[in-house]
């Protein structure tokens, strides 16, 4: 299996903030590696797919790049409302495989 | 939009059977273009993928469950199954069904809400 390793595992910072997570893969996985967000109570919702293709309808301060093992997702302005946990996930092969998370709290 | 609902029992005893099903709504499940996959996540804890389902009936399952999981499909019906046998506490979750996209890159999109399974007696 790949393992997917997120730092920090949690952090605290305030709004305006750019806050940056990232994520290591065991092995290369190109650039097949998605980000989630997950607020309490919530499925996760897909932010990041392909390393740094930005779904449709996230905002455009969310930003991921990478390749290979080595992952980032950056969010600009820290809005209120990201304050979550974000999740990333490589789907370069089965079993798809998660980070263990980042919680981003409010400073 | 497409749309994914899980049901099933919320209550399960230890050595039995967890039987869930999605829903989809708003497109087929008869579609060459995805997977459907069910994702599980313990009380304060990370995501774990269980497995997925090709409209085919096609499956593939994570080796940490395989011995104990079975997706199925339902095209008739727009919908498919997780059975997960002989439970444990370990077991207890909140199981997320979620559409998995076929082809070079993939990502799950659009996912269920979510359905809490408590394994107690």
């Known amino acids: 299996d790949i393992q997917m390793t997120q730092s920090p595992s949690s952090l605290s910072a305030s709004v305006g903030d750019r806050v940056t997570i990232t994520c290591r893969a065991s092995q290369r996985i190109s650039s097949y590696l998605n980000w989630y967000q997950q607020k309490p109570g919530k499925a996760p919702k897909l932010l990041i797919y392909?390393?740094?293709s930005l779904q449709s309808g996230v905002p455009s301060r969310f930003s991921g790049s990478g390749s290979g093992t080595d992952f980032t997702l950056t969010i600009n302005s820290l809005q209120p409302e990201d304050f979550a946990t974000y999740y990333c996930?490589?789907?370069?092969?089965?079993?798809?495989?998660f980070g263990q998370g980042t919680k981003v709290e409010i400073k | 939009q497409v749309q994914l609902q899980e049901s099933g029992p919320g209550l399960v005893k230890p050595s039995e059977t967890l039987s869930l099903t999605c829903t989809v709504s708003g497109g087929s499940i008869n579609s060459a273009s995805y997977y459907w996959s069910w994702v599980r996540q313990p009380p304060g804890k990370g995501l774990e993928w269980i497995g997925y389902?090709?409209?085919?009936?096609?499956?593939n399952y994570n080796p940490s469950l395989k011995s104990r999981v079975t997706i199925s499909v339902d095209t008739s019906k727009n919908q498919f199954s997780l059975k997960v046998i002989s439970v444990t506490a370990a077991d207890t979750a909140v199981y997320f069904c979620?559409?998995?996209?076929?082809?070079?890159?993939?990502?799950?999109?659009?996912w269920g809400q979510g359905t809490l399974v408590t394994v107690s007696s």
């Open positions: 392909a390393a740094s």
């Open positions: 979620a559409r998995d996209s076929v082809g070079s890159y993939s990502w799950f999109d659009p």
């Open positions: 389902v090709y409209y085919t009936g096609s499956t």
């Open positions: 996930q490589q789907t370069y092969s089965t079993p798809r495989t």
